[in-house]
């Protein structure tokens, strides 16, 4: 008996779809085991004086003497990603993230990774106060980048210029100063219930900061001392106007002051909130605000802030792809996808506001009217579930992106102190020309930075595992920040429904 060309045709579509899905099973996932080393990676970010319990062993102290051309302590803090620079705009914005996790998703934590994570987030509030306690004056980053990326060396061997960039009003640096206020109000209500006096130090400083930020508007980078330094690195490319919205919904937040909602009411236009609403990231904000104050109108019933809502509810159409609102790119193995490098900052942070949006929404019975589709709370989670799960293996690699999860991840990141032998079994100096070899070994990293997220794949939804693209192969602390919270989500509710 002959096969009728229907059977024939469905058989062939189901080896094809075989063939095309991923290599591990989603519900295999230790969302739990991701929690803990997406926290840990960030000891191994760490500068500074290193405490005695610093788990990630390889590391030592470095940058103990920054500041001192300002005759100031600036030790302390992270290195944004696999070099030796503290970059003040994506510390404060990582900061910023790490605790939004825990304001939203602490609850979800076992007691012990949320003591981490307010560790991880303690060691970049300390350090950003100090930014800070000068007068009209905020040290936006330590290091020369286009020195420090002449070199190859483990940050415990630092010889290069460590040059302070500051800026003293009436320069501008709304951008820098905004994220900052932003973090250190979001961080007060992190700290609120374990330290109330530590928790009233942020929000009394990210007052005095958010008014520096908005009395001399401007960008940081556009600053004739600063611009060599930032750029291109951590340029403003968007503009500063996004962060003194984001810093006063942070304030409103943190405060329930009746000056910041006024402003949120006021300024909303003229400083571009129904602009740009498809980003969020280190350098624009626009999506995070929207989600933010999103909040008092679902809660609150804050209805002077309808706008934020209404371009929220878009964002969150332009994510779903039955909805005819939806443009956001996709690879053909389903991760989102922007152009640029370090792609998965773009997927994690949007996840982080996919579970935050679904969470408002559904302490208040809500869904998305997307036009062609209504979108429930839980169709919002399901579309994080599905970035969180392809990230740690469900891809067409079979590679999970997050170093020391699951058998088979990256082995070569681009990242100093991972690739060189370690200063504890190597004492010996290496010098800044001396590390190239380690750089273009194709060996793997001697030293595991555990819970890193690398930059991730290309458009082809390809990875090579080579240190030296850095745009696949470089971790950043913004891309681990919102996935902290993301998988607390996931740790808690493996299986939304």
Not at 86 to 91: E, H
Request: with cysteine.
């Amino acid at each position: 008996m002959t096969s009728s060309p229907l059977i024939l045709l469905t058989t062939t579509i189901l080896l094809l779809l075989l063939l095309h899905l991923p290599f591990h099973d989603s519900s295999n996932h230790d969302y739990r085991d991701a929690l803990s080393k997406s926290i840990l990676f960030f000891e191994g970010q760490r500068s500074g004086f290193l405490p005695q319990d610093q788990r990630i062993g390889w590391r030592a102290n470095s940058g103990l003497s920054d500041g001192w051309p300002y005759n100031t302590d600036l030790a302390g803090g992270y290195y944004d990603a696999g070099d030796n620079v503290k970059f003040g705009f994506p510390m404060a914005f990582t900061t910023t993230l790490l605790a939004w996790s825990v304001i939203e998703f602490g609850d979800s934590m076992p007691a012990s990774e949320l003591r981490n994570s307010l560790v991880a987030v303690r060691w970049a509030t300390d350090y950003l106060l100090k930014t800070v306690s000068q007068s009209n004056r905020i040290f936006v980053q330590v290091g020369d980048p286009n020195i420090d990326h002449n070199c190859w060396e483990r940050p415990e061997d630092m010889d290069t210029t460590r040059t302070v960039y500051a800026v003293d009003a009436p320069n501008t640096a709304s951008d820098v100063a905004g994220e900052t206020a932003a973090a250190l109000a979001a961080s007060s209500m992190a700290f609120r219930s374990s330290d109330p006096a530590y928790a009233e130090t942020l929000l009394r400083t990210a007052d005095r900061v958010f008014q520096f930020a908005d009395s001399y508007r401007g960008a940081y980078s556009d600053n004739s001392n600063i611009r060599d330094g930032a750029c291109p690195f951590y340029c403003d490319f968007d503009g500063y106007q996004d962060e003194l919205l984001w810093a006063a919904a942070w304030l409103r937040t943190a405060s329930q002051d009746d000056n910041y909602l006024k402003y949120i009411e006021m300024n909303g236009k003229t400083l571009g909130a129904d602009e740009n609403i498809n980003e969020f990231g280190w350098d624009n904000k626009h999506a995070g605000i929207n989600v933010l104050v999103s909040k008092e109108v679902l809660e609150g019933n804050r209805y002077t802030l309808e706008s934020y809502k209404a371009s929220a509810d878009s964002f969150m159409c332009t994510l779903i792809p039955e909805s005819s609102a939806s443009h956001i790119e996709y690879t053909p193995g389903g991760l989102i996808y922007k152009p640029g490098g370090s792609n998965l900052q773009h997927s994690t942070t949007i996840s982080f506001l996919l579970l935050v949006y679904a969470n408002y929404l559904a302490k208040t019975s809500q869904s998305v009217n997307c036009g062609s589709v209504f979108v429930t709370p839980n169709s919002l989670r399901l579309q994080a579930k599905k970035q969180v799960d392809y990230i740690l293996g469900d891809n067409p690699m079979g590679l999970s992106y997050m170093v020391g999860y699951g058998d088979k991840y990256p082995q070569r990141i681009h990242h100093r102190g991972s690739s060189l032998p370690s200063i504890k079994d190597h004492p010996q100096f290496i010098a800044c020309k001396e590390g190239s070899i380690y750089f273009n070994s194709t060996n793997p990293n001697p030293n595991v930075l555990v819970g890193a997220v690398v930059g991730g794949p290309g458009e082809d939804d390809v990875y090579d595992d080579d240190r030296v693209d850095f745009k696949k192969s470089e971790p950043t602390t913004y891309i681990n920040a919102p996935f902290v919270g993301v998988l607390a989500y996931f740790a808690a509710n493996p299986y939304p429904s």
